[in-house]
């Protein structure tokens, strides 16, 4: 149980393109879901944190405009990087929680940006 | 405020054993372990809550001293399969969300 989904699994894209990053949780309701961004040989770093039918609650640093979360459902949280910049290239990954204090992580997207 | 993990780096031989650190500057109602392969998402390995928690799983063990904001993972008798970057992320009172620490590289060696 509590398996969690990202897609695609990587994906490479022009720049000032835009990419979206889908984070399902396949076998329970996440009420809450995380967004992170780990660079190279680095910890992960909290993006965001998004509520079903509520906006996102940013970290401090991390742009709105540029990082859109959208959780549509239980089941469902997407993020989508606006006009993504060489700089935006990195490990993607999405945790789901159902309220038990554990985190689930999806399998990560590798974004590269050229 | 980002959690201290120490050692940063611990090369072992298979069968040792090793310590990883994890020290935080605020209170902390939970710990949370997990360990990443290289390009992998991270695997949850165990969550500790306050009250002075101590928990074990086959080999690999964690305390959580909440008086000093630290926890610790313990991880006897290393096997091949426990290399990997560990991670410990901490919550808090009010809050569900998690800051993962600085991360310890363990390598173990036939």
């Known amino acids: 149980g509590a398996v969690v989904s990202q897609h695609p699994s990587w994906v490479i894209c022009k720049s000032g393109t835009s990419v979206k990053i889908e984070c399902r949780s396949l076998d329970f309701q996440a009420t809450t879901m995380f967004w992170y961004r780990q660079f190279p040989k680095q910890s992960l770093m909290l993006m965001a944190t998004s509520n079903e039918g509520s906006k996102a609650t940013y970290e401090q640093g991390v742009e709105k405009d540029k990082f859109l979360i959208n959780h549509a459902s239980l089941t469902l949280s997407t993020l989508t990087v606006t006009s993504a910049h060489p700089e935006d290239s990195s490990f993607y990954i999405c945790?789901?929680?159902?309220?038990?204090?554990?985190?689930?992580f999806g399998p990560g997207t590798r974004l590269t940006v050229t | 405020q980002q959690p201290v993990q120490s050692p940063q780096a611990v090369i072992l031989r298979e069968g040792e054993d090793a310590v990883i650190n994890c020290s935080s500057s605020?209170?902390?109602?939970?710990v949370h372990w997990y360990r990443q392969k290289h390009g992998e998402a991270p695997v949850f390995l165990m969550i500790?809550?306050?009250?002075?928690e101590q928990k074990g799983h086959d080999k690999i063990s964690a305390s959580f001293n909440e008086k000093k904001q630290q926890s610790s993972l313990y991880l006897t008798a290393s096997q091949l399969s426990y290399s990997g970057t560990y991670f410990c992320g901490t919550g808090g009172v009010f809050t569900d969300k998690l800051i993962f620490g600085t991360g310890t590289r363990l390598q173990v060696f036939p």
């Open positions: 605020k209170a902390l109602y939970s």
């Open positions: 945790s789901a929680s159902d309220a038990t204090y554990e985190q689930y």
């Open positions: 500790l809550l306050k009250g002075g």
